[in-house]
Each structure stands twice: as structure tokens, then as C-alpha cells.
């Protein structure tokens, strides 16, 4: 199976067979009970890798250093003010640089075009870290969130509130019909997913026994769900302006208490993070100024309540990441 991934990129998700993506969530299972466990693998040693970063990071930056570090690869961060990217070089050329000096790269910024231009011209894997329209490595990691709280993927159902047009949204539809798991995009019309990609997440999903529907009502939505999963607003390089029209579309999906009781005692919550759920941001006290909201998308409450899976997630990302890098450089 690693011979499948071997010298490819990870783009999306249509990119991997359901065996593929299977392999990758048992590969970053086992390199998770060997980092708990403190054995020592470095699968990877010598090599290295570029992380350029042209939106900000937390989770998905360090989950490629550490991982990197874990595999014992070197790593480069590239801040584009501080690199000619964009303003000086195309991604075209940067690309050419790139590919000749390091074995993998990561990218994480805004049109999937340019993502898939650096897969083309490095002539190294290519990892998507983010881009307006996919966020696949965060799927993996929910993807291997959910089998460890379930056991299972195949006929689980999750729900996703909030503005299902964007990267999180289009990337969990394409996994779960991957998977075999239901998905559902509960929002107000304008917000469902866009384009060719439902087509070819329906095509999938009759191979697998998945289902992809659409909902307004988030009552309706919630009933029967196993995961509730939402994500903010407003994503990165969006302007300012669109946060208005945003809040008057989006609060009736707000993921709340009820709306958890709904689901019900096992249903869980997910959320790829970050998250607007209190007052303890700088974004979260100015839209609280402005709009009186004490939170956003999810409620405190359920933010912080057992069902919660979202550090579970968060920790994932590395695991998973590790499991990328190491299955598409070949060390495993
Ligand atoms: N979930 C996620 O991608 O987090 P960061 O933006 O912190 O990388
Ligand atoms: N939709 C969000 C996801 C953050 C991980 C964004 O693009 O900002």
C-alpha cells in the first residue's frame, strides 16, 4: 500500500482511493502509539522539507515541524514577506527552487490552482496545508478522531452547521463519501457546497453507501447525528465587511446545547479550530462590541462539554500529518 503513495502529493482527498485514505489513518494510528510509547522510528532521516505559510497557523504549522522533527527531516519555514513569493517570483519558479533543494513541500494560502501549480512544476509531493477550497490534512486527522471514539466510519453520520461553501466543509464532504459516512450540510441555501464537487462527492458516495444531502433546518439536521461539526464564520483572507451579513445568515446555525440534545448522548462535537466559542480572543471582543454576541458558531457550553472531540482533533493533526509525509516521501 505505501508503494501507492510513494512520489505523489496530497491535494485533496479525490486524490486517494478509500484503501489509500484507510491506510494512512492506520499508519497514523500506529505512529501515535509509538510517539506515546517513546519508540523512535526517524523513517524519514536526512531529509527535508519547505513550509510556506502565505495565511497564518498554529496547529497545521507545528503539526509539520514536529512531525518533521519526529520523522528526522529538517524543515524550512517560508513567511512570504519574507520570501520573494508572490511579489518577485511566480509560484511557477518557486516551485523549480524548491523542488531541486528539499524532498517535500507544504503549502497553505489561498486558490487550490496555486497549490496544484507547485505539485506540477517541484517535481517533489506536494502537501496542501489549507487553501480557500480544500483543508484535507484536517480531514484525516477528524477522519481518525472519529474511528477512535467510534471504532468505525462506515454508516456514521455527520453533520456540518455553518458556511458548508468553504474548505472545511467541501474537504469533509469528499471524506466522508470516501468513507462511507453520511453527510449532511446544514446552512441556508446560499452556503451549500458549490460546483462540480457535489456531483463527484455523490458519484463516490453511491460506491461506498454514503449519502450527501443538504438541510436549512437545523433541527431537522440534527436528529440522528453522530458528529456535529462546525467551523468559523469568516475564514482567513475573507474581508472584514462579509462578518454583518454573516452573523444575520449564520446564527440560526450556531452549534448549541440544543441542538446537541437533539443529536442526542453519543453524538460528539468537532471542530477544526479555531474557534470562536467566548470572549477570550481579539476578533470574539470586537464582533461582541459591535454585534452583542458573547460567542459564535458553537456555544461555550457545548465547546467545553464532554462531547467535545476538539483537542482530540488538534493533536491529530500531527499524527496525521506524520502519517502523510512519511507514506508520499516513502519512508513507510
Ligand atoms: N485547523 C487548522 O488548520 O488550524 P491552524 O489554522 O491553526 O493551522
Ligand atoms: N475555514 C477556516 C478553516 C481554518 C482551519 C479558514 O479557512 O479560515
Request: proline residues 3%.
Amino acid at each position: 500500500m505505501a508503494s501507492t503513495l510513494k512520489g505523489r502529493s496530497f491535494l485533496t482527498l479525490f486524490d486517494c482511493t478509500s484503501a489509500e485514505i484507510e491506510h494512512l489513518l492506520e499508519l497514523a494510528a500506529n505512529l501515535k502509539q509509538m510517539k506515546k510509547t517513546g519508540v523512535k522510528h526517524q523513517y524519514c532521516k536526512g531529509k527535508n522539507i519547505a513550509l510556506i505559510f502565505e495565511k497564518t497557523s498554529t496547529r497545521t504549522r507545528c503539526a509539520f515541524e514536529v512531525a518533521a522533527a519526529d520523522l528526522g527531516m529538517y524543515s524550512t519555514y517560508l513567511d512570504p514577506k519574507a520570501s520573494q513569493i508572490g511579489k518577485k517570483e511566480s509560484i511557477r519558479d518557486t516551485a523549480r527552487v524548491l523542488g531541486r533543494m528539499y524532498d517535500g513541500i507544504e503549502y497553505r494560502g489561498y486558490e487550490q490552482e496555486i497549490v496544484e501549480e507547485l505539485a506540477a512544476y517541484s517535481g517533489v509531493p506536494v502537501w496542501n496545508g489549507l487553501t480557500n477550497e480544500f483543508h484535507p490534512t484536517q480531514v484525516l486527522a477528524d477522519l481518525l478522531t472519529m474511528q477512535e471514539h467510534f471504532g468505525g466510519l462506515a454508516g456514521k453520520h455527520l453533520v456540518f452547521f455553518g458556511d458548508a461553501r468553504y474548505n472545511m466543509a467541501n474537504s469533509l464532504m469528499v471524506g466522508c463519501a470516501k468513507m462511507g459516512i453520511h453527510f449532511t450540510a446544514c446552512a441556508p441555501e446560499k452556503y451549500f457546497p458549490k460546483g462540480d464537487l457535489v456531483e463527484r462527492s455523490q458519484n463516490i458516495a453511491k460506491r461506498t453507501g454514503a449519502t450527501i444531502t443538504f438541510e436549512t433546518d437545523p433541527m431537522k439536521a440534527a436528529q440522528g447525528a453522530d458528529v456535529i461539526y462546525t467551523d468559523v464564520w469568516v475564514s482567513m483572507g475573507e474581508a472584514d465587511e462579509v462578518w454583518e451579513e454573516r452573523i444575520h445568515d449564520l446564527l440560526p446555525y450556531r452549534v448549541t446545547k440544543e441542538i446537541m440534545d437533539i443529536a442526542g448522548p453519543d453524538a460528539v462535537f468537532m471542530h477544526c479550530l479555531p474557534a470562536f466559542h467566548d470572549l477570550n480572543t481579539e476578533i470574539g471582543r470586537t464582533i461582541h462590541e459591535k454585534y452583542g454576541l458573547d460567542c459564535m458558531e458553537v456555544e461555550d457550553r457545548v465547546f467545553e462539554s464532554k462531547a467535545s472531540l476538539v483537542f482530540q482533533e488538534a493533536e491529530n493533526r500531527m499524527h496525521t500529518i506524520k502519517a502523510v509525509m512519511a507514506a508520499t516521501l516513502g519512508g513507510k
